[in-house]
């Protein structure tokens, strides 16, 4: 691979990928939408990913592409995640294309979902990805969807981090599989050099509650509230994330060995 675009490359998973592709000697194209780059390697283009045009346009020099932009709620989230990622799988027709999705397409009512469970998403959000998965899927068909959890750490503090410090409440019965973002950039970009096709888990080995994930984040459990995940929150969405394990050399670290 000589040359890679990663979209939403100002965001938390993104830069990431940035830094440590640029480190590898990728040449690394970039997109951002509302956050300039600062201080981050690569060219870069502010472009929507709804603009099929702009997005094809970026496309057509580029051996690979990782999908990373999202909008976690708002007006423009469902039109963000399915038909933005619809149209940037489009453009990506005939490269690698690696595109990240989340443990909410799950309705948590088990947890350990491994690739062959049905989606079932209860949230808005979980909703939006699970019709993005589909629909690229369906343009691309060999593409490799990185389902993944709560991601932390890294060279900037992350929505993780500061929620943690912020005095805020946490669920002691909602389970994650929390992902070191380092480990989660390293494992995507092995698998743009793998064929993997489809939904492919790649989260931390640990499953532990958003509660006791504050804690090992280190929040002052004086400071924090207990609560009890509401019916509108899928409750144990971990996953198994041993078809990963088995197939990169990347580690995929539990979140106990990394904080503990």
Request: with cysteine; glycine share 12%; hydrophobic share 40%.
């Given at each position: ?13 993104g ?8 480190a590898r ?26 603009d ?21 709620g ?5 039109s ?40 079932a ?6 909703r939006?990805?699970a ?8 343009v ?23 929620l943690?410090h ?26 743009l050099?793998?064929e993997w096709?489809?939904?492919l888990?790649v989260?931390?080995?640990?499953d532990?509650?958003r ?5 090992l ?6 400071r ?9 929150r899928?409750r144990?969405?971990?996953l198994d ?16 060995s990394?904080?503990?």
């Amino acid at each position: 691979m000589q040359r890679l675009l990663v979209t939403g490359g100002c965001g938390y998973l993104g830069s990431e990928l940035v830094r440590r592709a640029h480190a590898r000697g990728v040449d690394v194209v970039a997109t951002w939408w509302q956050r300039p780059p600062a201080g981050l390697p690569g060219a870069w283009h502010r472009a929507d990913v709804r603009d099929s045009d702009a997005v094809a346009r970026l496309t057509v020099d580029v051996d690979a592409v990782v999908h990373t932009a999202y909008r976690q709620g708002g007006d423009d989230a469902w039109s963000t995640n399915v038909e933005g990622s619809a149209s940037v799988a489009a453009a990506a027709a005939g490269r690698r294309l690696v595109h990240v999705s989340s443990d909410l397409v799950f309705d948590g009512r088990r947890g350990r979902y491994t690739e062959r469970d049905e989606t079932a998403p209860v949230g808005a959000y979980g909703r939006s990805k699970a019709e993005a998965e589909r629909r690229v899927a369906g343009v691309h068909p060999r593409a490799t969807i990185v389902r993944t959890s709560l991601i932390y750490g890294g060279a900037d503090p992350g929505v993780q981090e500061r929620l943690a410090h912020e005095g805020t409440r946490f669920f002691v019965d909602e389970i994650r599989s929390p992902v070191q973002v380092g480990d989660l950039a390293d494992a995507m970009l092995e698998l743009l050099a793998l064929e993997w096709a489809g939904p492919l888990h790649v989260g931390g080995a640990d499953d532990v509650s958003r509660y006791d994930f504050a804690l090992l984040l280190g929040a002052d459990p004086g400071r924090i509230e207990r609560a009890r995940t509401p019916p509108e929150r899928a409750r144990d969405v971990s996953l198994d994330s041993s078809c990963a394990a088995g197939l990169l050399a990347t580690r995929l670290r539990g979140v106990r060995s990394v904080l503990g």
